[in-house]
């Protein structure tokens, strides 16, 4: 990974701030003959689009792809495929409202990357945070779409498991009731009671932090490798480029830190198909390599700091002054980073399925 | 990162197993003109060492470093210092003791990369686990010793925190506490427990988990850039290498999700010289891009798979066996950690500094 | 460089087909603070674009660009300048005519990219080449107006020095003469020889080759770097990748090898202003870095095997046909990589300059 | 490529200097399973050895090379193999004599990298050319030896095809002639010639420079990628980095300039086994992608300017002086060149290769 660009046979390079004319990607080494459509693209950028909810910011918009390049109808069927070329995603920004920026224009919000965005490059794009919105999400998670095309047989899903220090009861997960509740979480009872604790938050004009968990059912093992290309490495590497997340877990997670080697290494039998492992504290990864488990990620997102209260900060020349957020209001930004991290999730997986290949020639 | 190198600006290489001859490195992109000798590189390697106390492997290595290019004697001054060609270190093995593989030839250990490797490859050395094993990282903490060098001003340094579900006081926290004690523990009092409890599980033959965090002091502002060379991010894939670690977070990190906005944003005023933030939750990084905190991360450090108790796995033909490690015993393998987890950090530090001077041209 | 990014710090990832609906680039890496408008990209696009004389493609296209990120007026003095993340550009396709394929669409043009597309990928992009055609070109050279204007003081120049047997007399050498002529030639009288020569060429349905020579001056010695980013390494490589592009050269290139030890090194004295050389054999590289003379770069175009006469060649199905290229014809694709070759050396340069100075710290 | 290390898939990282302890490399990426000993890779590096005839450098090396890891025996047969992780190659320099440099160590030598190494990094190396020495390409050869395995049926062959002006008759091209002269030439005859030709130049205290051609033979169609990872871009690229070498052409390269399309571009035909082409001006690659032709590259290597004759230069001081090479002489440094370009297209093949499984996974 580096500057824009992650991912080394699978590789995605996105563009655009949250009030520039446009954002894209460009989705790179894709296989050739994958059937393709902007549909296929729609139905994950539909899943992560803002203004949904009261739970999420109420910016408006459209999140409607266009795909510029790297397909056409198959010469024979018709089909419209991938060939092998880049594929250009282009998402016009049409919700950038004009407002009055005179407040934030000259004052470093605390919690986000104003000040360091300043330091760094002697300006920032004040206008709804430029390239370090959430916005430029989107681009991943129609990058994400494709690279769930390269591995069919993969199923990567994602939820929210905590908000603040409530926790579902991982005995009632139930993966149908993601697409329930606005929370994608898969404990009915507990969406249930986020509804009612968020609009507390929201009111309050306060804001919390969340966990997700995503998990990938079907990965083959073998994919991965030592040392500096260790798959939970890269999944580490990918979730922590999602906005505000402050912390990545891979099966037992920190939990393993707790644990004794009796009770952490999973044991295995052979089963019907192969071998069968008894537990999954790995999360389906052993010295960076897939062990054919589900791969398991979780990873902890922070309360945004834009919030309706008055904080201490210092402006462009130094002073001491206060900032307080108005406007647009996302009282757990967490929620969203579901979609995301799934399509992080299933980019890392779609690169290195097409290294291993490589190198192994499965 | 990609397969066995890390890095961008400043890059590291490693090569070599267990039980080879030599293990060893190359550290390219070094500026030039940075003074250099292998007794620079060598006490990092020492605090590394295994067989330095009962608590970690027995096995015995000298892990003396030898530098076999990159570096001479300064025309003028005559102090050997680094040209700006790649460096080659070299450490040769020196107790891969011959013993008898036969057990764990045709047996997976769980836990442990046995399985994976041989999904992947088709076969595995076996001999000490081969390129999986943690001897590996003595080339990373040589490689970090340079790029300590690289960075004169920054102070990276790490610390155990946690064994098995004992944390330290963060209030008795004394830096010069860690080369006191065989734990790299900055708790005097918990460090004696740990003495005690760490002989109960040698004794019972069993292993534990546990927690590092290395800070990293005197750090610019503006390391790292949006959006995949975030240095979280890099920090976190980099972590996410060492082996056996299975979570890493950063400043509040998962402890984050708990708090509200205003709980967590860190707010600013002016100091005397600049911008002073009133806490650190964010760990030192907003927006991928160092605010000139201190950067903190921890990471989770699982229990070593090989105890001295017999377990349920398969063999390569696929039947159901038993293995049961014996001889070498490792009853913590984070206590070892703390040292690789400072090279990692000084190594992405480095490589950021070199980028960031090459965008921004400071 | 890999697939369809090139450059380490100055990074360019393009996307697009001859036929689709725009093309693109992602320019990741520039540094921040520079003054950049669509104006500034626009000269260089013009001086590539097609249709402007009898001697190149007639396909219209105004190749419009739109600067889609990266940039934003600056808070105090609002000129527009670069922030330091991904300038997106698009340029959408105008003129890609409907016209009838079902000659080309199934039988592969002898010294096209037809076979070794559906070679490699199954299936091709038969409307126009695709992804093979010349005009990706485009967004290379609005990137390498970009990269100019990250080297204020480098001066990059191309000319065209031969077309078939006919080189130019480079005692008559006039840069003033490139913009007067269709042919970017640097030789007036050449230049109106080319003029029937050509002539002759177009109305006999034929083509011809061309060599270019690109001259970068202002560039100070140091840049590039042992041993596999030697900057004529990077410089070979890229012009290699230019549409059509069969040989590289620099300084006395393959005459270097009818040369003695005593001719070819360039002797040194001290001049006015430092090191001054005799001679340029170099081109302004030794040991694949700069000396600060100019850099001087060739590069031979093979003429395009879209003629207007009959061809021998095979069909998708395996079967043996000719084939004869109908409508558009452009006798010489060479004139038009001037201006391709100039963007090549920019980017390049650019690169090799952020690197530098990421490693030496200038 | 960048600094040390070129591939992507199949990658090599190369360390050391001229006058160092060691130099050597670690190719990464290898596919595992491969029977690999140090005798396969001896067999090359013998080729390159220098101090084999009087026309070539007299320096005495051994150049034994020896696997530090990455390979093992395989389990059941006994066969060492490949296990797919980084293999460490070093080869000692036992002849570095220490001789007196104070005539070389002020001075910079005309058309040497001396005068660049110390504009980019402060100070040079001075014994023997440091990291700038051809000597680094041992570490080559070895690293395309290992790559020849990966493509067990592809044959790649180098000759020498012109010293000075006087060029070969390719009406006899044998290559079994190659390994029966001292200069790797295909043409018996000329072969002779060459022998009294550099005799004088030698005795004379001159060099001379020569052109080199490496030919792949069973390559399949669809290696090399658009457009940045064209096949011939790669190799450009990849010979522009051996020393001396100031022009690289593919298939009828520079010729191609004089030619018209009818000429120029291969017809082709159905044959017994395939689609057939009727020439191979392309040299085996058209739109960077590999047409199942033979892989044609021609290079060309100046004279070395290590004359036995004085040449003007400059100091460190910058004072005008003048200076001449003493003791070993090298008359045509493109003779051993021969065997480094053949590494450098076995590696880029090999690499090109494993990239082209992974994407389109064959």
């Known amino acids: 990974m580096s500057f824009n660009t992650f991912g080394h046979m699978f590789r995605v390079t996105t563009f655009g701030e949250s009030h520039g004319v446009a954002i894209g990607c460009v989705v790179d080494g894709c296989p050739p003959m994958i059937p393709l459509t902007e549909a296929d693209i729609q139905g994950d950028l539909d899943r992560r689009r803002p203004g949904q909810s009261r739970f999420t910011t109420q910016r408006q918009e459209l999140d409607q792809v266009k795909?510029?390049?790297g397909v056409m109808a198959h010469p024979e069927t018709g089909v419209q495929v991938t060939t092998g070329t880049p594929i250009g995603l282009l998402i016009e920004n049409t919700d950038q409202r004009s407002k009055?920026?005179?407040?934030?224009?000259?004052?470093?919000?605390?919690?986000?990357?104003?000040?360091?965005?300043?330091?760094?490059?002697?300006?920032?794009?004040?206008r709804g945070g430029g390239r370090s919105s959430a916005r430029e999400t989107a681009t991943r998670v129609a990058a994400g779409a494709i690279a769930r095309k390269v591995?069919?047989?993969?199923?990567?899903?994602?939820?929210?498991?905590?908000i603040g220090p409530h926790k579902i009861d991982r005995g009632k997960w139930d993966w149908d009731e993601i697409?329930?509740?606005?929370?994608?979480?898969?404990?009915?009872?507990?969406?249930?009671?986020?509804?009612t604790y968020l609009d507390g938050i929201r009111k309050s004009g306060s804001s919390i932090g969340a966990v997700i968990e995503v998990v990938a059912e079907g990965v083959p093992a073998g994919l991965g490798a030592p040392i500096y290309a260790k798959l939970d490495s890269d999944l580490a590497g990918a979730m922590m480029t999602i906005?505000?997340?402050?912390?990545?877990?891979?099966?037992?997670?920190?939990?393993?830190?707790?644990l004794t080697g009796e009770e952490n290494a999973d044991e295995m039998r052979t089963g019907n198909d192969g071998t069968r492992f008894l537990s999954n504290h790995a999360g389906g990864v052993l010295g960076g390599i897939s062990t054919g488990q589900p791969i398991v990620v979780r990873f902890a997102?922070?309360?945004?700091?834009?919030?309706?209260?008055?904080?201490?900060?210092?402006?462009?020349?130094?002073a001491d002054t206060e900032i307080m957020t108005k406007g647009r209001h996302d009282p757990c930004v967490g929620i969203r980073a579901v979609p995301v991290g799934e399509a992080m999730m299933a980019c890392v997986l779609a690169d290195h399925f097409l290294r291993d290949r490589g190198q192994v020639g499965r």
């Open 301 to 318: 997102v922070k309360p945004t700091s834009s919030i309706l209260q008055p904080r201490l900060t210092v402006d462009r020349a130094g």
């Open 243 to 258: 906005n505000a997340v402050k912390g990545v877990e891979i099966g037992a997670g920190f939990g393993a830190a707790e």
């Open 179 to 195: 697409a329930k509740n606005p929370f994608f979480c898969p404990d009915k009872d507990k969406a249930a009671f986020f509804e």
């Open 151 to 162: 591995l069919p047989d993969v199923r990567v899903r994602g939820a929210l498991v905590q």
């Open 67 to 69: 795909i510029l390049s």
């Open 100 to 126: 009055d920026y005179s407040e934030i224009k000259d004052k470093f919000r605390p919690g986000h990357a104003d000040f360091t965005y300043e330091a760094k490059y002697g300006l920032r794009d004040y």
